[in-house]
């Protein structure tokens, strides 16, 4: 079905703002990109996750970093390019928080227009070639 006839049925069935935002940014994120749909909001927080299982002793500095690596590694093989992971980074974001990317009150805008800022800067994180070899060197 499409977006329409897929908010049409949500509010057939009574779903409530909350609902309708969490399953279309469910919708939106499978129809953009099958079974990376969110991926990249996943793959963003492994470096997180990993740096506090190493501060909390869980894992050593080195193991840490092999994560994050293979987290980098499989996101590039997920996506291709800088626009794909941050709009699947973004659908992730909506989809954990409920919030939808549009609504100005909410965090979810805030976190798009963040990551549209990081875009628009000409030396920031996303000039960076997304298909740079990415080795380890620890």
């Known amino acids: 079905m499409d977006r329409d006839e897929a908010m049409t049925k949500l509010e057939q069935e009574g779903a409530d703002e909350t609902e ?3 399953m279309m940014a469910a919708y939106d994120a499978w129809t953009a990109y099958g079974e990376s749909a969110i991926k990249a909001w996943d793959l963003s927080r492994v470096p997180t996750i990993l740096e506090m299982g190493y501060m909390a002793g869980y894992c050593t500095y080195e193991e840490a970093l092999d994560g994050a690596l293979e987290a980098a590694q499989l996101a590039q093989q997920s996506f291709n390019s800088w626009e794909d992971f941050n709009q699947s980074y973004l659908y992730g974001y909506s989809y954990w928080s409920e919030e939808a990317l549009d609504d100005p009150t909410s965090s979810a805008y805030e976190r798009k227009n963040i990551v549209e800022a990081f875009d628009a800067q000409v030396n920031g994180p996303f000039s960076l070639d997304w298909n740079m070899d ?4 620890w």
């Open 134 to 137: 990415l080795t380890k060197e």
């Open 20 to 22: 309708k935002i969490y």
